[in-house]
Structures are given as C-alpha cells and as structure tokens.
C-alpha cells in the first residue's frame, strides 16, 4: 500500500520543533538557523513531502494554479492544446490542473465551480458541445478569475479568446477540392451554435459560390463523429444525384466517411474525394491517407496560456481583451486528387 502523505505537522513532530519553523525551513527563511533549514529540508525530501496546494491557495486567496478544461483528452487537437500549455506553464512557473467536460455541459459546470473552490488564478477553456448557457463562467469573471477561451469560444463574455482560422482553411480545402474536379461537395458540420461551425460553413459555402457551384440544405449535414458518419453516408451515396466530394468538420468524421465510401466500392480519390479538418494521427493512418486542414494546437495552447499570463501580469483594472488567430494550411494527401 502507498504511504500517507507527510504533512509540515509530521516533519515539526519528527524534528521536535514547530509547524511555523518547518513552514519557514521549508522556505528557506533566514530566521532560521542554516542547521535547522538543512535539516528539515533533507527530512522533506527523504520523505517526498508535498505543499497542499489547496490549502495554500485557500491560506494565501490567490495561487499559480491554472485551471484547463478540454471536451475530450483523446481528440488530437485537444491534446495538442494541452501540450502547449503545459509547455508555457512550466516554463512560467504555473501549475495546471487538467479537467475533461467529456461535452458535457454539467460536467463543465461542476469543473468550473471546483476551480473556484481551488481558487484558480485562471481558466483556460473550450466548450463542450452542448454548452448554450454560460453562467457559470460567468460566475468566474465575477470573482476575479480570467478566462481565456480556445477553438470554441464564447463570443457573449467578454474574455481573451485564441482561435485557428477556420473560416480561411474551410475556404481553402473547398476550393482545392474544386479545383481538382470536384462539382458536389457535402459538409458534415458540428452543432449550429458553435462558433468553429458558423466559420468552417461560411467557408465552405462563399468557396462553393466563388464558383458558382450551388448549395442546398440537403449538402449541409449535422454530423461529427465517426459513427455518424458511417450510418448516414450510405444512403447519401445511394442517391441518383450523389456527391463526389465530402468536406468535414473534423478528420474523426471524414475517416467514417472514407470507411462508407469504402464500403461500398467507391473507389478514393476517382470516384470521391475527401478533406477533414485536424491533421492529427487518424489523418496519417487511414487508407489513403487524409487529406486535411492542420490546425496547429500546440501554437493555440501556447498563445492561449501566454494571453493568461498577460492579464495576470497586467496592473489595469480592465485590461484589454486580446484575440489571436492561429494560421490553418491546407495538407494535400490521398483522398483528395
């Protein structure tokens, strides 16, 4: 079994001197004697003592705690996010608490009334899918604790906010797919009132238009996952007047699609091309290997935790709420011709 957690109260216990004088050894306060600083210092890390750093947050009203909420750990992108984050944090001097919405809007709001309890010093965060409310981030602003959104961001709060550009690199993968022949494109979008959604859809529609191809409700589709995609596409296929092309919102749904198209006898990129939008491993080891729009979400997380610090750092009462937008480029591979 794994040893309890030391605490100051057992290093003063074992040395026969105070809680105060281990809190001050442990800080390295000169007021305490250089033998004594040594000596509970050793103790500490013989035994891997840890700060609580709750009750240090709670003790001190503040911390260098930042609290990151992501909609899935297991999403590339998301991931990515991550690692940026952690990259700058570390560098900084932050620590970062790690919590996962699974698009849940409950899960996020239980996630953001924790962070006030730990009393964060700021939220790093994108929305879950069904997340139409924003109270509780709200609640958030109110005491104090900033808040920077990525990728899916709130628009109705006044925060900082870092996004890729979604609208240019739907754009671009439209007309690519155009370009190299394709005359009925489908779009499989995510839920209307995410912002990425209205962006990647007006890309793809002024693409569509530029060239004069038009667009109906039936080339729009409400669908974001892999399972979707496999049980709607082919019935779309089975039509008189099928599309030979697919734009996605996310590789995940564009590697279903190619999986239906497959499994029907199409042949990719001939018959179908294909495009998503990540860039991340499923983009890499489907069979031909995806096309798609990178997103860069280590240069979105590193630009989201700097734009934290910076108002963290800032001595304005109101400081200026920045956006950044982080460049799409566009990642020819084999579903497309």
Avoid: W
């Avoid at 007309?175 to 912002?195: A, D, N």
């Avoid at 007006?202 to 399972?227: F, P, Q, W």
């Avoid at 190619?258 to 489907?286: H, R």
């Amino acid at each position: 079994m794994n040893k309890p957690q030391i605490t100051i109260k057992d290093i003063a216990r074992e040395l026969n001197v105070s809680p105060s004088t281990v809190s001050r050894g442990l800080k390295d306060n000169p007021g305490i004697s250089k033998g004594m600083r040594t000596k509970i210092q050793s103790y500490a890390q013989k035994h891997n003592y840890q700060p609580n750093t709750l009750a240090l947050n709670l003790r001190m009203n503040h911390s260098n705690t930042i609290g990151v909420i992501v909609p899935q750990i297991v999403h590339h992108f998301f991931s990515c996010v991550l690692s940026g984050i952690e990259e700058i944090a570390t560098q900084k001097g932050y620590n970062i608490i790690v919590a996962q919405s699974d698009e849940k809007y409950e899960n996020e709001v239980k996630i953001t009334q924790s962070f006030l309890a730990t009393r964060v010093c700021g939220v790093i965060t994108s929305l879950a899918k069904d997340t139409v409310k924003y109270d509780h981030y709200q609640k958030l602003i109110d005491n104090n604790i900033p808040i920077i959104f990525y990728d899916r961001i709130c628009v109705g709060l006044n925060t900082g906010r870092v996004v890729v550009d979604d609208y240019a690199g739907s754009f671009a993968a439209v007309e690519y797919m155009i370009q190299t022949g394709c005359k009925r494109i489908f779009f499989y979008s995510s839920p209307p009132h995410l912002e990425i959604s209205k962006n990647r859809k007006n890309g793809y529609i002024d693409a569509m238009k530029k060239y004069d191809i038009h667009v109906d409700d039936s080339m729009i589709k409400l669908c974001d996952t892999r399972e979707e995609a496999i049980a709607i596409t082919p019935n779309i296929l089975e039509s008189d007047n099928r599309p030979d092309g697919f734009y996605a919102i996310n590789d995940e749904t564009a590697a279903g699609i190619l999986s239906a198209c497959k499994t029907v006898g199409l042949k990719i990129p001939d018959e179908v091309s294909i495009c998503g939008f990540t860039d991340g491993a499923i983009a890499q080891t489907t069979d031909p290997k995806l096309t798609t729009i990178e997103q860069h979400g280590g240069d979105v997380g590193k630009n989201a935790i700097e734009l934290l610090i910076e108002e963290l750092n800032s001595n304005e009462e109101e400081t200026l709420k920045l956006k950044r937008i982080v460049r799409t480029n566009l990642v020819v591979r084999g579903t497309t011709k």
